[in-house]
């Protein structure tokens, strides 16, 4: 029988492309866990091309993982309460803490590699950096601005302690990806990326919108962000696969802060366009908490080997419209 990964969230934005790009590689049956919700909603279509080998609903993955648990190669859990504005707190307890939990000691019994969704939201206002330190002591003192942050904040925080301990997976990462973009967000709606939301207009030959900056430092369209194209998100979690190797917490970014007007700019520019940007005020409800910087500090990544190039907004932007947005 083939051996399996499950890849949990894998009908969504990063979980899906993760799912195709090791349904591709044919050496392993991927299973995804998922809910997909109403059919108007098409998270099913990030799917549709795909040759997963299975389908489970999220309440049914321990019994699943225990049914199947000689042969299950690895985990992979992208599957989480993603949205940054989500009220509903013990929701989110339960989804981005208490269940990766379960997996993790799953795991750890079962003695298979673990890679897990961690978030830049961690770093919070980023006053403390954007450098990926896994002492206990660092990951504690992170200070995120939302519950979405916070919960993933408590994970890792657990993870370490855990690992501290000796209580772990045999090779274990925990991913903070910074800001991705690119194929398969679609059902996102608002949590969509800044380039998927701007298109739309961009092609139909009318300005886009970007905040008004109210930091005197940084200009309007200023701010700025580690855009960073999926495919290399999926690019480190092959990688990380490939070898079973453990890179415990460490940030998956570009490590280069580009500013949202430069994206705008790269999105005109893959239309053929001259640039047409219109500011407006950042809203005062989320104004306080509003970050104008974030760079992923790569060197942990790069210190473990991976040699990889990470994709400019120019080339990932290019790529996104000729091949990606506007389809049907």
Not at 201 to 226: C, I, K, M, W
Request: charged share 25%.
């Amino acid at each position: 029988m083939a051996a399996k990964i499950v890849v949990t969230g894998g009908a969504g934005f990063i979980g899906s492309n993760i799912a195709h790009r090791l349904a591709d590689r044919g050496d392993a049956d991927i299973i995804v866990c998922d809910r997909f919700g109403a059919a108007a909603d098409e998270k099913w279509r990030n799917l549709a091309a795909c040759a997963i080998a299975d389908i489970i609903a999220p309440d049914t993955l321990i019994p699943y993982l225990d049914d199947h648990a000689s042969d299950i190669a690895a985990l992979v859990h992208m599957g989480a309460v993603s949205s940054t504005t989500e009220q509903d707190v013990d929701l989110i307890v339960e989804t981005n803490i208490r269940l990766p939990q379960r997996l993790w000691r799953w795991a750890t019994q079962r003695q298979r590699p673990f890679i897990y969704a961690s978030s830049a939201a961690t770093y919070g206002d980023g006053a403390q950096g954007f450098a990926d330190d896994n002492t206990l002591e660092a990951v504690a003192r992170l200070a995120p601005l939302n519950a979405y942050g916070w919960s993933k904040k408590a994970f890792d925080v657990f993870a370490v302690r855990e690992a501290r301990r000796g209580a772990a997976p045999p090779a274990w990462s925990g991913l903070r990806f910074f800001n991705v973009y690119g194929p398969r967000e679609q059902h996102k709606g608002a949590q969509k990326s800044v380039v998927a939301h701007m298109h739309p207009r961009a092609v139909a030959g009318e300005p886009v919108t970007l905040f008004r900056s109210h930091n005197p430092r940084y200009p309007d369209g200023g701010q700025l962000r580690d855009f960073v194209y999926v495919r290399d998100c999926v690019d480190v979690v092959e990688w990380l696969l490939e070898g079973d190797r453990s890179a415990a917490i460490v940030n998956v970014g570009t490590g280069a802060a580009r500013s949202f007007a430069d994206l705008a700019g790269a999105l005109f520019a893959a239309l053929n366009r001259a640039p047409d940007i219109r500011y407006v005020d950042t809203p005062e409800d989320i104004r306080a908490k509003y970050q104008y910087y974030t760079q992923a500090d790569m060197t942990r990544l790069r210190d473990l080997g991976y040699d990889r190039q990470f994709t400019t907004i120019e080339n990932g932007v290019a790529d996104y419209v000729a091949h990606w947005l506007g389809r049907s």
